[in-house]
C-alpha cells in the first residue's frame, strides 16, 4: 500500500484503516505528509516520555496556539495545584453524587452528550466559583455547546468556529486579568489557580488557551469516558465486573485520546523507521491498545482482565511519563463513582441509535439512549404483575 493510498483511507475510515493496517504492518506504518503512524507499545511510551530528547517539547494539556505552556517547573506546579483543588472539590461534593444522578440522568437521558453535560455539572464550580460573573458562566456552558459535545464543531461552519473561539477567550482573558487585580489569595477554582501562576511564560492569553484545557479535559474526555463506559456496559448487559475494571476495559478499547503527534527534534530510527524534523510521529493509543502480543482477545469488551492486570505496558489512554493528564486518576474514581451509584441502585435500559463512534480530535461513543429505574420500583413493579 503507497502513503498516498494510506492516507486516503484513513481519511475516509481510520478506525477502519487501524484495524487492517495493524498488526500486519508491524510496529508502524507511513501515511503522506510525512507522518509516522506509531502502534508498537515500547516505541510509543519511549515517544512520549522523550527521555532522550529525541522529540520537541510537547504536552497534549498545555499545547497552545504558541507551542507548549511554560517551563516544565511551571508546568508542574499548576498540575500539583490543581490535583489538590480537583480533589477537595471532588470530595466534598460526593454526596451529591447519587442525587445529581437521579436528577439529570433518570429516568432517560441521551448519550453522549448527557455524559458530557453531567460531567461538567460537577465540575463547573471548580472551574469558576460560582458568584463568577454571569457573562463568564454563560461563556463556558457556550464553549461545552459549541465545542466539546461530539460532533459539535462539524455543525458549524469554520468562520463561526473562529468568531466563537475568539470571543470565548477573550472573555477568559478578561476573567483572569480581574482575578490577577484582586491580587494574591488562595485559589477557590482553575481561574484563581492559574491568575496566580508567574513566570516570563505565564501570559494572560496562553493561560485563558490552558483553561480551556482544563474544560475540554473535564467536560469533553472524561464525559466521554463514562459515555464509553455505560455504552459497553448496555451493549454486554450480563457482565458483573467491578465499574473499576469496565472503566479501564472502555479506556483501553476506546481511548478518548486516540492520537498524540510528536515533532522529532533530530533524525533517529522508531520502530525499525527513519524519521526526521521534516515528519511527525503520530502515537495511536487505540492501536498500542489492541496489540495481540499484549492483550489476550483484544477486540473483545472483558473487564475481567484487569483483575490481575497491573501498569501493562501496552495501556496508554492518558498519555506516558510526566507530561500525562493532570488529573488522570481523579477522573478515573469520579466514573468508577458513577457507573457504582447506577449498578446499585438502578435496572438499566439500553438503546443504541448508531454503531460508529463520533471520531474528531477525541473519540466519542456512539449514540444511545440510557434508561435508568429504581430498583425499588422494579420490585414493586414485578410484584404487581
Known amino acids: 500500500m503507497t502513503e498516498p493510498d494510506s492516507a486516503v483511507q484513513f481519511q475516509r475510515d481510520p478506525l477502519k484503516f487501524l484495524d487492517q493496517a495493524f498488526p500486519a504492518a508491524g510496529g508502524a506504518v507511513w501515511l503522506a505528509d510525512r507522518q509516522l503512524l506509531l502502534a508498537e507499545p515500547l516505541a510509543a511510551r519511549a515517544v512520549l516520555v522523550n527521555g532522550e530528547g529525541r522529540y520537541e517539547d510537547h504536552s497534549d494539556f498545555f499545547h497552545t496556539r504558541k507551542g507548549t505552556f511554560g517551563s516544565r517547573s511551571l508546568q508542574e506546579e499548576i498540575g500539583r495545584s490543581s490535583r489538590i483543588l480537583l480533589r477537595t472539590h471532588l470530595h466534598a461534593r460526593a454526596h451529591e453524587l447519587p442525587a445529581a444522578v437521579r436528577k439529570a440522568l433518570a429516568p432517560t437521558s441521551g448519550w453522549p452528550d448527557a455524559g458530557n453535560w453531567f460531567v461538567y455539572r460537577h465540575f463547573v464550580d471548580v472551574l469558576a466559583v460560582p458568584d463568577s460573573p454571569v457573562r463568564l458562566l454563560r461563556t463556558l456552558d457556550e464553549i461545552v455547546e459549541r465545542a466539546v459535545l461530539a460532533g459539535a464543531r462539524q455543525r458549524q461552519s469554520r468562520l463561526r468556529r473562529a468568531l466563537f473561539r475568539f470571543r470565548a477567550l477573550r472573555e477568559l482573558r478578561q476573567a483572569i486579568r480581574q482575578r490577577r487585580a484582586h491580587g494574591s489569595?488562595?485559589?477557590?477554582?482553575?481561574?484563581?489557580?492559574?491568575?496566580?501562576?508567574?513566570?516570563?511564560?505565564?501570559?494572560?492569553?496562553?493561560?485563558?488557551?490552558?483553561f480551556l484545557s482544563f474544560l475540554f479535559a473535564a467536560a469533553g474526555s472524561v464525559g466521554f469516558v463514562l459515555g464509553w463506559s455505560l455504552y459497553l456496559l448496555g451493549m454486554h448487559p450480563h457482565t458483573d465486573a467491578d465499574p473499576?475494571?469496565?472503566?479501564?476495559?472502555?479506556?483501553?478499547?476506546?481511548?478518548?485520546?486516540?492520537?498524540?503527534?510528536?515533532?522529532?527534534?533530530?533524525?533517529?530510527?522508531?520502530a525499525g523507521f527513519a524519521v526526521t524534523p521534516e515528519d511527525e510521529v503520530v502515537v495511536c493509543p487505540y492501536a498500542v491498545h489492541r496489540d495481540p502480543q499484549y492483550w489476550t482477545d483484544p477486540e473483545s469488551f472483558r473487564p475481567e482482565r484487569w483483575a490481575s492486570a497491573r501498569d501493562p505496558q501496552a495501556f496508554i489512554p492518558f498519555g506516558w511519563g510526566p507530561r500525562r493528564c493532570v488529573a488522570a486518576a481523579l477522573s478515573l474514581q469520579l466514573v468508577e463513582d458513577i457507573l457504582r451509584i447506577i449498578r446499585d441502585e438502578y435496572r438499566m435500559s439500553f438503546t443504541p441509535h448508531e454503531t460508529q463512534p463520533s471520531i474528531g480530535p477525541a473519540l466519542a461513543p456512539p449514540r444511545f439512549t440510557l434508561g435508568l429505574t429504581p430498583h425499588r420500583l422494579s420490585i414493586q413493579g414485578k410484584g404487581g404483575d
Open 185 to 210: 489569595r488562595p485559589p477557590m477554582d482553575v481561574l484563581d489557580l492559574l491568575a496566580g501562576a508567574v513566570g516570563p511564560d505565564a501570559t494572560v492569553p496562553e493561560l485563558a488557551e490552558v
Open 244 to 270: 473499576a475494571w469496565v472503566v479501564r476495559e472502555a479506556l483501553r478499547l476506546w481511548p478518548v485520546a486516540w492520537l498524540l503527534g510528536r515533532r522529532p527534534a533530530r533524525p533517529h530510527e522508531i
